[in-house]
Nanobody
Framework: QEELVESGGGLVQAGDSLRLSCTTS????????MAWFRQAPGKEREWVGS????????RYSNSVEGRFRIARDNSKHTLFLQMDALNAEDTAIYYC????????????????????WGQGTQVTVSS
């Protein structure tokens, strides 16, 4: 069972930036397509964005496009989520997810495609 660990959450003000990290075992990280999801209070978990195993293909939800940026560093087996221009609607628990894939460019949007999940990190944006 793979363990994913998110970090970097916290309380910020509207307009601020925050960077989340997600680390996992070095052995398999480069084989994973990965994603960020979030769950706001009282709402279902929603997709934020995905990155392919190679890092060459990245997709974002409409709600974060242009404000959030996903990146990965395979040498440090770490996934990042840079969040800029945060607003109160971004308040949520943020989760990273991973799926071992053979194709370098594939990415997935649906939760059910992912095999491994972190415990989440809380992001709270005060207005």
């Amino acid at each position: 069972q793979e363990e994913l660990v998110e970090s970097g959450g916290g309380l910020v003000q509207a307009g601020d930036s925050l960077r989340l990290s997600c680390t996992t075992s070095a052995r398999f990280f480069s084989t994973y397509a990965m994603a960020w999801f979030r769950q706001a209070p009282g709402k279902e978990r929603e997709w934020v964005g995905s990155i392919s195993r190679s890092g060459d293909t990245i997709r974002y939800s409409n709600s974060v496009e242009g404000r959030f940026r996903i990146a990965r560093d395979n040498s440090k087996h770490t996934l990042f989520l840079q969040m800029d221009a945060l607003n109160a609607e971004d308040t949520a628990i943020y989760y990273c997810a991973a799926k071992s894939v053979a194709v370098m460019s594939v990415w997935y949007q649906m939760e059910q495609h992912y095999d491994y999940w972190g415990q989440g990190t809380q992001v709270t944006v005060s207005s």
